[in-house]
Structures are given as structure tokens and as C-alpha cells.
């Protein structure tokens, strides 16, 4: 049975594109790095994790793409086949197409996506705590209906336990107003679409000031500190 469609991220996010990187860079300027290092390390770790479970990626959504940032990174995991990103911003879709879009990389505004049940992998970033509390269930059936029977989904969001992850979206316009959840809130409404969870880790630890730690970060994912989370999840 379909579900409804989602309306994860306010089509308003039409509205800041053409602000939306000077926006972000504002707020990650007091870790000193880039949107592009942050893509790139938690696509890495990403990696890592499936090649442990011996995963490969094929088929692959990224939910709540935006502008595609993303993809590039998703394309050179392991395995893929193709990228679809979607997302409710037709602006954000442009602007992906344009600077992301290739033979086996594609984005649709989601509702002209219907979940087929037929992907490998499923990837979101920072995309829930944009999503009003009561509309998350609905996007995260979407996910789960999209993914085939043993398909991996990718749950990453922002870790509201660590102080200066709250001081960074405080810093950015569009987040401020949003609604954050923690890693147990997350589990808890993944367990209810019916995935299990595989694993949970906690990521970047250290900013750049401080980047002679960094690896360290290994032995710290366990805790629940780092400014962002991954919640690794199984379709049955």
C-alpha cells in the first residue's frame, strides 16, 4: 500500500537557494570547514560502514537532496548504479540538475516520485528537523517503501546534545526555528516504520582548530557527543 506523499522541507527553502550557501557557510564558519568537508565525511564514514556489513550500494535515494550536494559524494560510494535525489523545492532541484545532473544522476520534486520498493540505499542529511513533528512518520514510511526487502537507509541529523551544534544553527537563518531530534527520538521513529536498526554513531567531534585530534574520532563515534549522528537502519 502507497503512502501519503511527504512534505518534508518547506517549499519556502525555494525562497532562500539563492542564499542558502552564504546562510550555511555563516553558521559552520566557527568550525572552520566547508559544507563540502562535512558532505564528504559523512558519505566516507558511510563507506566504511556498508563495506563492514559487505553492502554494496547500487540503486541509491537521497532523500531531501536540497541542491544536491550530496551526490557526488553517494556517486563514488561502492557499487552504485544511479543517484536519485528528491526534494520538495523545485528551485533546489534546478540548481542540482545544473550543477550535479549526469547519465546516473537525476532529481525529482517528490511527489513525482513514487516509492517502487526497488532501491538499494537510501541517504538524508540534516533533512528532519525541517519536517514538522507530526509529518515524520509519513516521510519516513516513504523511505521504507522505497528501499527493496534488506536495503540499508542512512539517517543522518544534527545532534541537539552537543552545545555547539546549537550555536551553529542558531547562527543559520533557515534552522532556527527548527524542531531538532535526538538520536533515541530518531530510533524511535525509524522502529516505527518497521526498520531495524544496525548501528549508531556520533561524528565530527573537532573543529579545525583542533584537527591534530581528529583521529581520535573512531574511538569516540560510541558517544553520544559528536555534532552529528548516523542512525544505520535495515529494511526487512
Request: net charge neutral; glycine share 8%; charged share 25%.
Amino acid at each position: 500500500m502507497g503512502t501519503d506523499t511527504p512534505q518534508h522541507r518547506d517549499p519556502e527553502f525555494d525562497h532562500v537557494i539563492e542564499s542558502y550557501d552564504a546562510e550555511l557557510a555563516q553558521g559552520l564558519a566557527v568550525s572552520g570547514e566547508s559544507k563540502e568537508f562535512f558532505a564528504e565525511g559523512r558519505i566516507t564514514w558511510l563507506g566504511e560502514c556498508l563495506e563492514a556489513l559487505e553492502f554494496r550500494a547500487g540503486d541509491v535515494l537521497d532523500f531531501g537532496c536540497g541542491a544536491g550536494a550530496a551526490a557526488p559524494f553517494l556517486s563514488k560510494l561502492p557499487g552504485v548504479r544511479s543517484v536519485l535525489g528528491v526534494d520538495v523545492s523545485p528551485k533546489s532541484l534546478r540548481v542540482a540538475q545544473e550543477l550535479h545532473g549526469g547519465p546516473q544522476v537525476r532529481f525529482e520534486v517528490t511527489n513525482q516520485y513514487r516509492p517502487c520498493g526497488a532501491l538499494d540505499l537510501a541517504f538524508c542529511n540534516g533533512v528532519f528537523h525541517h519536517i514538522p513533528v507530526a509529518e515524520r512518520s509519513a516521510a519516513v514510511r516513504y523511505v521504507f517503501e522505497a528501499l527493496r526487502p534488506g536495503g540499508h537507509f542512512s539517517f543522518w541529523e544534527n545532534n541537539p546534545w552537543n552545545p555547539g551544534t546549537r550555536y551553529v544553527m542558531s547562527r543559520v537563518p533557515f534552522d532556527r526555528d527548527a524542531i531538532t531530534l535526538s538520536v533515541l527520538q530518531a530510533k524511535r521513529l525509524l522502529r516505527s516504520a518497521g526498520f531495524e536498526v544496525v548501528r549508531s554513531d556520533f561524528l565530527f567531534f573537532f573543529p579545525r582548530a583542533l584537527k591534530a585530534l581528529r583521529p581520535l574520532e573512531r574511538r569516540l563515534a560510541s558517544l553520544p557527543l559528536g555534532a552529528q549522528y548516523q542512525v544505520l537502519v535495515r529494511k526487512p
